[in-house]
């Protein structure tokens, strides 16, 4: 019997896999061919604009869920009134957040020497208060690993708001496009996803239960926070020390690396979470998840990053223009620096999975700590803007480590094992970047044709060696593909 509900948990999680998959291809396919489009009518002192008012809305966003959509998904066993208690607790929090953020724009705005942030960011701020609802059904969706759910509401989202922001623009908009798109994303992501789910929140609250989920999510909401502020600290540096042009090209050389590798990391993680909750009794199970989330993400993630790197100057003028060429070797670095995501959150989502979110807090302020202090050396005293990319990269590896330390002593997993894991995908990016490399320097192809020309041989040879090589994660992708064809059929 216990057999039997392994393999129906396993059946399971390939197909939300599939489902999460699509959800975050297809939503983030949608996000950044409307970003692209925009990319080509806006200017990036647009975006730079943009880029400072995100940095409110996205901490806003860890402040109002406090952790607590994570405590619904980690629980063993989810109270009735638990929902509804954890979304008061959001939506109260939103409330307060936004009342606040009104009355301080003009002062925001001030600060930076940037009037007309004042009404555009008063409007985007609405964000907040419509998101406090969707984290609660998004977690509910998440828990039930029913991400077909999460696919529809996303990816009906992402179009219609897509193409209203685009018209926008089109139209003259400006700022305004980028906000329009972002509240349209929000307002109708949560109606959709209401309507797949059915529920909604009920009048009822319990203080006994908002404690415990409090009690558990406190402790990510402070995690939230320090890697938010310290996600965006370099915008808001940027901001003040550099101009809105600057910050604009820095923050585009950021956005698409970033934006591709969280799509595929994110399609594996959520999953994680929930699965290994489900099984964190049992140490040899949640090692044996959390080293097919690692080599599964890896190999994915780093070879998508390897060729952005290498493909970066004909990408970038290419497909948003030649205006955004001044982007491209802050595009290389985070391509670099994104390579080490699968690392990064595979560690920490186990770690939630076993319900230590102590130990992620721990975790997080040494790496804020010494992030901070690279931060502030490169921007305030470098002054450069490429030497606070590379001072991502150098964190960015110091912290794999730090995050995968706790991991030996939890689930028996060490940071040895993980590089070892991992270590047939390395050799095969490395040597299909150096086919990529190799097909640029010949100077036989140009601009478009040759990113066109470097994808084809780099992905040749890197599924070549994975086939020679006999790759796990190829053969476990390969498998699981060709398995749920027919099953989805039955």
Sequence with gaps: MEQESLEKLKKKIASSFLWNLLEKAGGQGVALLV??????????EDFGFMAIMIVFVNVGNVIVQSGLNTALI?????????????????????LLLYIA????????????????????????CLVLVFNSLYSIQAALVTRDL?????????????VVSGISGVATAILGGGIWALVVQQVLYSIIASAVLTLETKWF????????????LFQFGWKLLVSGLLETLYESLSDLIVG????AGSLGFFNQGKKYPQALAYTLDSTIQPIMLSTVSRVQDNLDDVKGLTRRALKTSTYLIMPIMSYMAVAANSLVTTILGSQWAPAVPYFQAFCISFMLIPIHTTNLQALNGMGRSDLYLKLELIKKSYGIVMILLTALIMQDLFAICVGYVIT????????????????????????????????????SSVLGI???????FHDGFLAIVQLAVMAAGYFALSALTKNESFLFLVKEIGKRVPLDRK
Excluded at 83 to 89: E, L, N
Excluded at 110 to 116: A, L, R, T, V
Excluded at 438 to 444: D, M, Q, R, S, W
Aim: aromatic fraction near 14%; charge should be positive; glycine fraction near 2%.
């Design 396 to 431: 960015g590896v110091i912290s794999t480590f730090v995050n995968a330390y706790p991991n030996k002593r939890i689930i028996n997993y060490s940071y040895r094992e993980q590089l070892v894991d991992i270590g047939p995908t390395v050799i095969s990016v490395a040597i």
């Design 146 to 158: 029913a991400f077909k759910r999460i696919f529809i509401a996303t990816f009906t989202a992402m």
């Design 74 to 94: 980690q629980t063993k066993k989810l109270d009735e009134k638990d929902p509804d208690t954890a979304f008061w607790m959001c939506f109260s929090t939103s």
């Design 35 to 44: 970003q692209i489009i925009m990319a080509r009518i806006l200017s990036p």
């Design 101 to 124: 953020l009104f009355f301080l724009t003009p002062n925001i705005a001030e600060f930076y020497q940037m009037q007309k942030l004042t009404e555009p960011l008063r409007v985007l």
């Design 240 to 243: 003040k020390l550099f101009s």
């Design 438 to 444: 190799i097909v640029e320097c010949t100077n036989l």
């Design 201 to 212: 929140p009920h009048f009822r609250f319990s203080p006994k239960r908002a404690r415990t």
